[in-house]
């Protein structure tokens, strides 16, 4: 019975800290989600950003040209469109560093999660590993402890064969003594018997004598 | 008391029947293992997930982009993909092949390059280099030698499509460097040089939600 407790409780121990173990991954799974979550709006925002960079720009040149050109007014054209595109840099520059900051330190999470989950696993994998070890140490012992009670039985068995012994040589003498009783019983009736013998020869000769 | 203590032993074997029986249910049915969407190798990646490469993007900064396409490739039996998206304010390009090992080059698309511009290299070298297929020519470029290393006909498969497109490529790696030169060459178009670097696969982070 104690076996199937300690197997038992073996089984729990393993599964318990198995299951910790796929908690944190589920945990990191989840993680990772919103890192990705994270980074996709990051991305956009960011690619949204440099198209507003990337226009800022090109009125730039082309009010570079419209002035080579001598043509102020469409130069002017171009820088106020410029400076709407700088306006939607500016209003978004927020957006994009916030969302940067946190899509990283998201990531940072990640890393350092996941390094935490693999040190949890080594730790789980010696544990595992010390209570078998410790297991088959109590195994051994038991066993050791298993020799000690055979040496006890061995005892009890050699004691058995003496009392047997015991036994048969009070039989013996039982037997022996028995044996002398009918010895004496025979001789008295073998004498008895002669004494009858001679009474009759006695009787025989006196039959014929008269 | 004897057939009392029997009962009590009979009551607490059953119990244990009972744990063990549970037990081994509990074995069969164990949860199928966690999917680890942290540990995505870079080619398991597909559209929609986002990329993660330390000091690969510009000036050694985190290279950081959403995949919106995901482009095939074949040649001679080799099959290899590309994922892209936008970084920067301009298209990247990121390879990965599975030869020996998962390869993984990064084209940033930072800088145009001409065909004049690699040593004075010309269409009748390319030529001449294509038929030889000799690995020890090689060509100057930003300071570095550049060994030829192959030149082949390749299949292009736009958006892992069924539909696919020839062009050739030549390839020059960097002596005693990590990047990567091809000339590309579609039909009726002109040369287009693209410069690449490889990256250590292990280094690339996919997140996927």
Redesign the interface.
Known sequence: ?NT??DS?ED?TFE?TLKQTV?DL??E??TM??T???A??N???L??EY??Y??QSDEWKERAKKALEADNEELAKKALAQKAEADRQVASMQTSVDQARET?EKL?QG?TE??RKIAEAERNASTLIARKNAANAQRKVAEALAGVADTDNAFAAINAFEESVARDEAQAKAYESMAGSLDKDLEAEFAELETSEVDDELEALKKEMSQ | MIWFLLAVLIVVVIILLAIYMRRDKEQTLSPPPVENLAELSVAAATVGDNISIPGAGDDYANLNFTVDRKNRYESGGDEWFELSGQYNGRRIHVEVSEDDGVEVTVNLSRVEIALGDLGGLSEDDLTRMDESQDQSESLDYDGSMWRYESSHEIAYFKDDGSESEGYYSWNFREQNGERVLSVEKFEGEPFEVSLSRRVNPDDVQVFRN
């Open positions: 019975m199937a407790i038992i089984a599964s796929r991954k589920e990191l799974n990772v989600r890192s990705a979550d980074m996709s990051h991305n956009r960011e690619a440099q198209k960079v990337r899509s990531k990640v999660l996941r």
